[in-house]
């Protein structure tokens, strides 16, 4: 039995890479005997079929190309591209519908899952390809009133192929209805509140933050789908369609030779489906950008170029305080809490809470967790609603306005309009994964603020910079330690230029080796007169950065004053306690 010895632990010079520990792999003979004995059997079924004379290998090549199966071969997938592109719309639409709050289009949506999922697609074939049979003549007018603009024949606008399509499409799109709704909830919901709160629409959540990620657990069961669907276009033949397996069916009910020509529809499916799975495994690549997919050689090329030219570059200027906001009457408040309340049905989170917070300032807030910090939070950025009470930011009421004497919600734009003034940095990160960092900044002022590329780009490069990250642009958020994740989350948050920055725990989710990073970040940002609220457990950040410190506990906030005041004399018991507690 031999060991390492010191020597060969320090034979290669200080502070160089030492020469690899040869190991002996283990030898797996029972894996190679098992792959040896499949690879045997596949040989020798392979070598039976090539010599069976039954097999008429004539007739194969002979057949392989017939005019008529090729055409065959193009209606198939004529077919199978058109119907699953609508019913993949079609079932996009109806899973956004599903998920929706609206009662009558979520009923729709159910209504139309349940029927075409409940009925045999043959009976849906034979039900499109004899329409006319139940109805002669298609009207254009308005339903049940009596006016009609115009009819014609439905045999002249619904032929075979028409039918064939309407079929297949519509009976795909009710099961794509379900792959896309179990492929959205499978996103974690903190992406589309990070995405709210940067002013994104439902519809910009939708297309750029969720769907690119639910397209990572949705690309595996559409391939299933499309290659389905390939052979589930044999169906048509019932009305008269004509694919692949129909002009094989034609020539062998003539020559009876069954066996070679359904190797030739074998092999032509087998050609189909070998490229429909080529052409999945790329797709998956693409959409598996961020989540430990390896990139492709043009995009790492890319992603070098962009850093050497980077590296060329004078690095950017450090950001200095928007001196547009310096006017700003400090005697007024730019956030207002009067009389909180937040229930989550018998559970009183908020019990009545009063904060202000002027401009420039920076609060504090700390107490044990539930104790409504981050339900605080959340209602100043209109991720939660009050249920009584008010928040007031920069004057205007947070999600809702006044008129006529009563509330009102606020319209998604206006609501929208309102957090973009307002930042909010989350404890779990909440970066768009399959985006880089240079993405994840972006993407706000793109989208929301309608900068250009290159101006947001610019933007971007420079908050990432001064964060220190200017090497990590390119860099997806699995590639980053969780320090650096929150520093980029507060560079995307800085980007649409907020009045207010909020911060919920930021530096409870980091080692302890990383929180002095985010920390220095946000008394950089202190200096430089952002208004903050800030909840979190870091005593110390709270004596240093504070101008006011609010102790919450209960939904209630219990002391409030200067640090000097709260967090070394405080006055009241449960203050003390959770002090001592913290601080041991």
């Known amino acids: 039995m031999t060991s390492l010895t010191s020597a060969d632990a320090t034979s290669a010079p200080a502070g160089q890479r030492p020469p690899p520990v040869a190991v002996v792999p283990v030898r797996r003979y029972g894996r190679w005997a098992a792959a040896a004995l499949v690879a045997y059997v596949l040989f ?36 199978t591209l058109v119907a699953m592109v609508i019913g993949v719309v079609g079932g996009v639409l109806l899973a956004v519908m599903r998920l929706s ?88 919901g903190g992406q589309s509140e990070a995405a709210m709160s940067l002013g994104m629409s439902s519809g910009r959540r939708m297309r750029f933050v969720i769907l690119p990620q639910a397209m990572r657990v949705l690309i595996p069961t559409l391939g299933n789908e499309a290659i389905s669907m390939l052979k589930m276009t044999a169906l048509v033949s019932v009305i008269s369609g004509r694919d692949l397996m129909t002009s094989v069916q034609q020539i062998y009910q003539q020559n009876l030779k069954i066996i070679p020509l359904l190797v030739v529809a074998s092999l032509w499916y087998l050609l189909l489906t070998s490229v429909l799975s080529v052409g999945q495994h790329y797709v998956e690549r693409y959409f598996g950008r961020g989540f430990g997919a390896k990139p492709s050689a043009a995009a790492e090329r890319r992603a070098r170029r962009r850093a050497a030219a980077r590296a060329k570059a004078e690095p950017s200027p450090a950001l200095v305080p928007d001196t547009a906001r310096e006017t700003v009457d400090d005697r007024e408040p730019i956030i207002r809490v009067e009389q909180a309340w937040k229930w989550f049905g018998s559970t009183d989170v908020l019990r009545g809470v009063n904060l202000t917070v002027r401009p420039r300032r920076t609060l504090v807030l700390l107490g044990p967790s539930g104790s409504g910090k981050s339900t605080l939070l959340r209602c100043v950025n209109a991720l939660e609603r009050l249920d009584s009470g008010l928040v007031e930011v920069e004057g205007s009421r947070v999600g809702l306005r006044e008129a006529g004497g009563r509330l009102h919600e606020l319209t998604e734009a206006e609501l929208c309009r309102q957090r973009v003034r307002i930042g909010m940095v989350f404890q779990r990160f909440n970066l768009f994964p399959h985006m880089t960092a240079l993405e994840n900044v972006t993407l706000g002022p793109r989208r929301v603020l309608g900068l250009s590329r290159a101006q947001a780009e610019a933007e971007a490069e420079r908050l990432l910079t001064r964060v220190g990250l200017r090497d990590k642009l390119d860099s997806y958020p699995s590639q980053l330690s969780g320090g650096q994740q929150q520093r980029v989350a507060i560079a995307r948050a800085l980007a649409m230029k907020p009045h207010v920055m909020l911060f919920d725990e930021p530096t409870s989710a980091l080692d302890p080796e990383l929180v002095g990073e985010v920390l220095d970040v946000m008394k950089d940002l202190a200096r430089q007169g952002m208004t903050m609220i800030v909840a979190t457990h870091e005593i110390g950040f709270a004596k240093e950065v504070a101008d006011t410190v609010a102790m919450l506990d209960g939904g209630v906030v219990i002391e409030s004053g200067p640090p000097e005041e709260c967090l070394v004399a405080p006055k009241e018991e449960r203050t003390k306690a959770f002090l001592s507690k913290v601080l041991a």
């Open 101 to 188: 709050d609206n009662p009558v289009l979520s009923g729709v949506a159910k209504g139309y899952i349940w029927f075409f999922r409940g009925t045999p697609l043959l009976v849906q074939i034979i039900f499109w390809g004899f329409l006319g049979a139940l109805y002669p003549n298609l009207f254009l007018g308005i339903p049940l009133t009596g006016v009609v603009f115009g009819s014609v024949p439905t045999s002249s606008v619904i032929g075979a192929a028409t039918a064939a399509v309407l079929a297949l499409a519509t009976n795909e799109a009710a099961y794509c209805a379900e792959l896309v709704r179990a492929a959205i909830i499978s996103v974690d």
């Open 44 to 79: 020798a079924l392979g070598w039976s079929l090539w010599h069976n004379p039954n097999l008429d290998l004539a007739s194969i090549r002979q057949y392989l190309f017939a005019p008529s199966i090729l055409h065959g071969l193009a209606v198939t997938i004529e077919l």
